[in-house]
T-cell receptor
Framework: GAVVSQHPSWVICKSGTSVKIECRSL??????MFWYRQFPKQSLMLMAT?????????EQGVEKDKFLINHASLTLSTLTVTSAHPEDSSFYIC???????????FGPGTRLTVL | DAKTTQPTSMDCAEGRAANLPCNHS???????VYWYRQIHSQGPQYIIH???NNETNEMASLIITEDRKSSTLILPHATLRDTAVYYC?????????????FGKGTKLSVKP
């Protein structure tokens, strides 16, 4: 099946710094990618939809100025957590739709810890 | 997308079949049933999907009732590596149809 990678797999940063997370579709092109966040013992919650060549669309309650999304190419979307705070510590996961069938392919996730 | 109801948790003995139920009584005619699973600290993994016919692949079988109001995911010979949270999701097929909405899923524990 199609492969989606994320980098880094984990990151620890100080409060107030910015962190960039990359999501790549390795063997297929994705005009749309999705960013999810998952807190401990909870389910995945959609944060935003990343669209190649246009602005991302954010879910209600997600600050677009804090979570910057750039979908610069058909295989790369980036999520930048700006001025990170401890409450932003979470597991961030991206996904991309497959070419057919409706299934989505998920990255392995990025564990962010803000001290 | 239609709402789904799954048991919170289930146990299964290693080597036995794991049968995970899902209720989706408000499913629409053009909505598919998708199953994903998430092993601890990993991204979700696609398992299988179907519309109304039973489906089988190398990972699992999907049995959908004739009225399509419920379905069962079957792992024929569960192994310890199948321990994960399993999500049943109902949605219209098509890659551009939008994101997946995850419920709480069923936490399957496969025990030796």
């Amino acid at each position: 099946g199609a492969v989606v990678s994320q980098h880094p797999s984990w990151v620890i940063c100080k409060s107030g710094t910015s962190v960039k997370i990359e999501c790549r579709s390795l063997d297929f092109q994705a005009t749309t990618m999705f960013w999810y966040r998952q807190f401990p013992k909870q389910s995945l919650m959609l944060m935003a939809t990343s669209n190649e060549g246009s602005k991302a669309t954010y879910e209600q309650g997600v600050e677009k100025d804090k979570f910057l999304i750039n979908h610069a190419s058909l295989t790369l979307s980036t999520l930048t957590v700006t001025s990170a705070h401890p409450e932003d510590s979470s597991f961030y996961i991206c996904s991309a739709p497959g070419l057919a069938g409706g299934e989505q392919f998920f990255g392995p996730g990025t564990r962010l810890t803000v001290l | 997308d239609a709402k789904t109801t799954q048991p919170t948790s289930m146990d299964c003995a290693e080597g036995r079949a794991a049968n995970l139920p899902c209720n989706h009584s408000t499913i629409s005619g053009n909505e598919y049933v998708y199953w994903y699973r998430q092993i601890h600290s990993q991204g979700p993994q696609y398992i299988i999907h179907g519309l109304k016919n039973n489906e089988t692949n190398e990972m699992a079988s999907l049995i959908i009732t004739e009225d399509r109001k419920s379905s069962t995911l079957i792992l024929p010979h569960a192994t310890l590596r199948d321990t994960a949270v399993y999500y049943c999701i109902v949605r219209v097929a098509g890659g551009s149809q939008g994101n997946l909405i995850f419920g709480k899923g069923t936490k399957l524990s496969v025990k030796p």
